[in-house]
């Protein structure tokens, strides 16, 4: 099964399981240092919980997601149209002030982060800043039915740094939010210079 497919025949219970998962603490790291009504990029959105919950307090949001199913749950939940769209056909350039890729890179195999890396970076306005997550760990797994890319600081400084950007990075991280699950998250700030 891909990693697409996991998300269609999954997006219902996908969907109900995140939607209401309080990521108030990551906001709050990454909206203030953004401009009022700055434009976010939702990229790999989910049920699209990130970006409602900026749309709803002015940002100019856009998100895309590759599970078609998704799309049309956080279409309707976002109230406006959710790009069905992978990684790798991002050509927006210079048009956001932030980039939000809450637990959605962590799909990306490693070899192919640093090229993703940079086609978020050039949708970034001069200055922007991306904000991403993945599990804490090293190396790739595949686990019921998805495959994931865990990192810790050392395995995202490296993917990053073969990006050719200058940037500065700030990481910390976190235990999952949702009850039951003991995992670590590793977060990642990372602003163009
Ligand atoms: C673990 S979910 C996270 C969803 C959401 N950002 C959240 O925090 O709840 C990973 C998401 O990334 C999407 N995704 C995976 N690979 C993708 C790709 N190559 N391009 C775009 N989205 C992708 C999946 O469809 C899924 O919605």
């Known amino acids: 099964m891909s990693q697409k497919d996991y998300y269609d ?15 108030a ?12 009504g700055a434009s ?5 959105c989910g049920s699209g919980r990130d970006a409602v919950y900026f749309k709803r307090h002015g940002y100019s949001v856009t998100a895309f ?18 790009h069905c769209m992978r990684f790798d056909e991002i050509e927006w350039q210079g048009a956001f002030h932030a980039v939000w890729a809450c637990a959605s ?5 490693y070899g192919e982060l640093p090229v993703t890396f940079e086609r978020l970076f050039a949708a970034l306005k001069p200055g922007g800043v991306l904000y991403c997550s993945f599990k804490y760990g090293s190396g790739e797994r595949e686990f019921g039915g998805r495959t994931f890319t865990d990192l810790d600081e050392s395995g995202l400084e490296r ?22 699950r003991e995992e670590s998250w590793l977060n990642a700030l990372i602003r163009l210079k």
């Open 9 to 23: 025949e999954n997006a219902q219970v996908f969907f109900d399981s995140t939607v209401d998962v309080d990521m």
């Open 40 to 44: 976010i990029l939702d990229a790999g």
């Open 65 to 82: 997601d590759a599970s078609e199913s998704l799309c049309v749950l956080a279409s309707a939940h976002l109230g406006q149209d959710v």
């Open 159 to 180: 993917a990053l740094s073969l990006t050719g950007v200058a940037f500065e990075l700030e990481t910390w991280v976190t235990e999952d939010q949702r009850p039951g």
């Open 25 to 36: 603490p990551l906001y709050q790291r990454v909206l203030p240092l953004l401009p009022t």
């Open 105 to 109: 890179l962590l799909h990306v195999p």
